[in-house]
């Protein structure tokens, strides 16, 4: 256990006996030295009864920042639990990516009661960034910030951001709209501060605006973010008029979310899975997990029985061959795992970037040339075991063939197969390790057998 973990269980116990002793002011005090995301994660390991208690002493601002950070079941129950005037207030000051994602997990009945609470400008911005899809753009903007006209001085311009900026999201950058709010330039804070007074903002704004529109998705907006080391990036539809702004924190979140769907989608299962393990009870932990990786075992059964049928057709084969049954398993796991390997590089790639349609080519070409080079040194290394072990030359040398083969074939498929998908539209981390190592399994006895069968039965 860690210092952190240690310094959180203190708190937790600290938190608790505070609660217990009715020591609120106490409490109050302590809370105000910790961080809304902690505050958050120490509400998940209080009992409910407690969970309110500590809500409630805290201040407004804090409540809507730890709001942000819980998930839908505990939003909803701790707004269950306290005032309609409390939520009002706190809700108010919550910032509106975050609300959208929790009221897009909600059902709609429960949807519209928390959005009934807020005022009308406030209620018809949530409505309309509900709309959007949740893995889009527009799904994870927000409307909480201020633009600038680009005729307006520098002086102006400070003034206009004392009155508006306290409750935009950021204005680390500031987007400037020419009359019909289109996105015309953008321009620092400091270069706001530093320019005179009197210099038109037209003058001193940069043309060169990078946006994303509302309908692209969030690993490319990411990507964008990533890539220019953006803390905000402006949200335009297709006139060019600027709809929102994404901020980077958000941008972190939608990372951290696609790595974790890319590592269960290669696993085999799925995100869904995940939300089992916070459920205590027994049967809908089951429930939930066999859901999850079922599809996924059952594109493996059927692998493995379309294997046994190929086995089946070469039944002769291995009756007045059996020592080629020696070397099946270690044949198709070496594939499984050079498919493994090209497959999750080139899924990797096509996240970040690194890999697109420009390249694609020579990528395909690059892990072919590694399969082949692998391959063929594991091919020797086989063919002399075989050799040594079985004591059969031409036995060893089949086996090597079919290694260096499949190894090669391996690499292709599992870069192939991402790219392919890409350029349909498929999330290409659905060419997971089973989906991989079960068309590598058919493939691998396929070329071994067909070798086999020639090499040593026809030419014998």
């Known amino acids: 256990m860690n210092k952190n973990e240690v310094l959180f269980k203190e708190i937790i116990v600290q938190v608790n006996a505070l609660i217990d002793s009715e020591k609120i002011v106490d409490l109050n005090e302590y809370i105000e030295e910790l961080h809304p995301r902690d505050i958050s994660e120490i509400l998940i390991d209080l009992q409910e009864e407690k969970k309110i208690k500590l809500f409630e002493v805290l201040p407004l601002e804090v409540a809507a920042k730890v709001l942000d950070d819980l998930d839908s079941d505990m939003f909803t129950t701790i707004l269950s639990k306290i005032s309609i005037d409390h939520k009002k207030r706190i809700l108010d000051l919550m910032s509106q990516d975050d609300m959208v994602d929790i009221l897009s997990d909600l ?5 519209h009661e928390i959005i009934n609470l807020l ?7 949530i409505k309309e960034l509900l709309v959007y899809d949740e893995d889009c753009a527009g799904g994870i903007m927000t409307t909480d910030f201020v633009v600038l006209s680009k005729d307006i001085t520098c002086y102006a311009a400070i003034e206009y951001l004392r009155e508006n900026a306290p409750d935009a999201e950021t204005i680390y950058y500031v987007y400037v709209v020419d009359k019909n709010d289109k996105l015309v330039g953008v321009i620092s804070l400091r270069e706001l501060i530093v320019s005179k007074p009197n210099t038109i903002i037209e003058d001193v704004m940069s043309e060169k605006v990078i946006d994303v ?17 953006f803390l905000a990036i402006p949200v335009t539809d297709i006139n060019g008029k600027i709809r929102g702004i994404i901020t980077v924190d958000d941008i972190i979140d939608v990372i951290q979310e696609e790595a974790t769907e890319d ?5 085999g299962t799925s995100e869904s899975e995940s939300e089992y393990l916070e459920d205590i009870k027994f049967f809908p932990k089951v429930i939930s997990a066999v859901k999850a990786r079922l599809p996924w075992l059952l594109i493996t ?10 086995l089946g057709k070469y039944e002769g084969t291995i009756k007045a061959y059996a020592a080629v049954s020696f070397f099946m398993p270690l044949l198709t796991g070496m594939g499984g795992n050079v498919g493994t390997q090209s497959s999750t590089l080139t899924v990797r790639g096509l996240a970040t970037g690194h890999i697109d349609q420009k390249n694609a080519v020579k990528t395909i070409s690059q892990e072919m040339s590694i399969g082949l080079s692998v391959g063929l040194i594991c091919s020797l290394i086989i063919c002399i075991v075989a050799y040594l072990w079985i004591g059969d030359f031409k036995l060893g040398i089949v086996v090597g063939i079919a290694m260096a083969a499949n190894m090669l074939t391996a690499a292709t498929i599992g870069t192939l197969v991402p790219i392919v998908f890409k350029r349909l539209g498929v999330d290409p981390a659905v060419a997971s390790a089973p989906f991989i190592s079960t068309t590598l399994d058919i493939t691998g006895l396929t070329i071994y057998f067909t070798l086999t069968t020639t090499l040593l039965l026809k030419f014998s």
């Open 119 to 125: 005022d009308k400008e406030l209620a018809q911005d």
């Open 107 to 111: 059902s709609e009945e429960k949807r």
């Open 263 to 267: 590592i269960y989608k290669f696993a």
């Open 301 to 310: 059964l059927i692998g493995g029985t379309l294997s046994a049928r190929i």
């Open 213 to 229: 529109n509302v309908n692209d998705d969030q690993e490319e907006v990411a990507r964008i973010v990533s890539k220019y080391d």
